[in-house]
């Protein structure tokens, strides 16, 4: 038994027109990809399925959210997802998806499996740094966030700067520049 079997259409007996998919994406879809790094997820994926004479025309929308750590302070927080995906199917003799936004499928064919473009509508939905929104406005309180702040560099006043920065060779030098 395949394991994306929820996620294969069969458009072959689809009419032409527009079709909706609606599907709920939890933790045991991205098991089915080995991939741990969220906590929890609750994703809606709506898809509109157009089917034309030649052609077919997918659009993905994402919404929901997903529990990960912050790459800060390691809390637990729910990042939202909102992420929108497009896909056009043409036939040809081979089998090619080099292009995102385009895949070529072999005359013949009799389905579509959706499940690698709805991971990938999902990841690419995260942003690159995900940074709990507590951390932004200062209200999360953390022992990570203590210890950094403690760790931070003091600012120096403008004197003790100016004390530290300049050599007596060259105040020397200067001297002779003032007079």
């Known amino acids: 038994m395949r394991k994306f079997k929820a996620y294969a ?3 072959v007996g689809l ?11 939890d933790n045991a879809f991205f ?24 052609m077919l025309e997918l659009e993905f929308s994402f919404s929901g959210h997903v529990n990960v750590n ?7 927080y729910n ?8 896909l056009v199917v043409k ?7 080099d292009n995102e936004e385009l ?15 709805i991971y990938e509508g999902v990841i690419l939905g995260l942003p690159a740094k995900r940074i709990h929104p507590g951390v932004e406005d200062g209200s999360i309180k953390s022992d990570i966030l203590e210890k950094l702040e403690e760790l931070k560099p003091k600012s120096v006043s403008k ?9 007596p060779r060259w105040d020397k030098l200067k001297e002779l520049l003032n007079e």
């Open 9 to 11: 259409i069969p458009f």
């Open 15 to 25: 009419k032409e027109g527009q079709h909706r998919f609606d599907y709920e994406v």
């Open 31 to 54: 098991d089915l990809f080995d991939f741990q790094e969220f906590n929890n997820s609750a994703i809606k994926v709506n898809l509109e399925f157009t089917k034309k004479a030649n």
């Open 91 to 97: 036939f040809g003799e081979d089998y090619n998806d």
């Open 103 to 117: 895949l070529i499928l072999p005359h013949g064919e009799h389905e579509i499996e959706v499940q690698q473009y």
């Open 159 to 167: 004197e003790e700067k100016k004390e530290e920065d300049t050599d």
């Open 79 to 86: 990042q939202p997802i909102d992420n929108h995906l497009s």
């Open 70 to 76: 912050c790459d800060v302070t390691l809390e637990p």
